[in-house]
């Protein structure tokens, strides 16, 4: 399965103050995603980022706050902007793992780490 | 998205089998089961998956209700390595996360 790096690990973030998180992955995917893992909850999904196109938000969710970029099939960012305390979370990313495609059908993931953000 | 229903909390006792259970009574045709587990401070990882026939992984097997409106995560013999969130998610393309089952596995 592929590999994910995630940066920062952790960050203590500043309120009104944007920080970028990036997503290395050792293998060429078509899709990814990124989700946020509030304190003591389950994870939402941002938005899913295709390589050359708009990434696709959830409800809840804005570009202008969490702009994505895709630039190529190994690499995304997510940014967390003018972020406030109720943004400290723990953002993933994830991309569909090429075992899982085609040989069922079914999406597959695999996660990086995820990076911890808190804000003061 | 189809919703899944799990128990909050679960508890086992090492070199024991647990069996997790999901019931997803308003699941498409189309839905696969899958199940992924969050170990504490990493990202989930992927369990098992199915979509009508059971499964078994070095990991673990997962078995399907008839009707597909549940089914069961079998541990064949926790470990405390094993203490993890356990998700029960629906889906074909994105998934959607629910609450969960916090398995604690005791010594």
């Known amino acids: ?120 | 998205d189809a919703k899944t229903t799990q128990p909050n909390s679960m508890e086992s006792n090492e070199e024991e089998p647990v069996h997790l259970p999901c019931n997803h009574s308003t699941i498409s045709g189309t839905d696969y089961i899958h199940w992924y587990r969050q170990l504490p401070s990493q990202g989930p990882e992927y369990v098992i998956h199915g979509l009508t026939s059971n499964v078994n992984n070095r990991m673990a097997s997962l078995a399907i209700a008839e009707d597909r409106k549940s089914s069961t995560l079998i541990l064949h013999r926790a470990t405390l390595r094993d203490a993890a969130v356990y998700y029960c998610i629906l889906g074909y393309g994105k998934l959607t996360f629910g609450q969960g089952t916090i398995l604690t596995v005791h010594p």
């Open chain 1, 1 to 120: 399965s592929a590999v994910i790096s995630q940066k920062p690990s952790r960050d203590i973030c500043q309120r009104g103050t944007s920080l970028t998180i990036q997503c290395q992955v050792d293998s060429q995917v078509t899709m990814m995603f990124w989700y946020r893992q509030q304190p003591g909850q389950s994870l939402t999904l941002i938005a899913t980022a295709n390589q050359g196109s708009e990434a696709t938000y959830e409800s809840g969710f804005v570009i202008d706050k969490f702009p994505i970029s895709r630039p190529n099939l190994t690499f995304s960012t997510l940014t967390v902007s003018n972020m406030s305390p109720e943004d400290s979370s723990i953002y993933l990313c994830s991309v569909e793992n090429h075992l899982g495609q085609g040989r069922s059908g079914a999406n597959v993931l695999t996660f990086g780490a995820g990076s911890r953000l808190t804000v003061l």
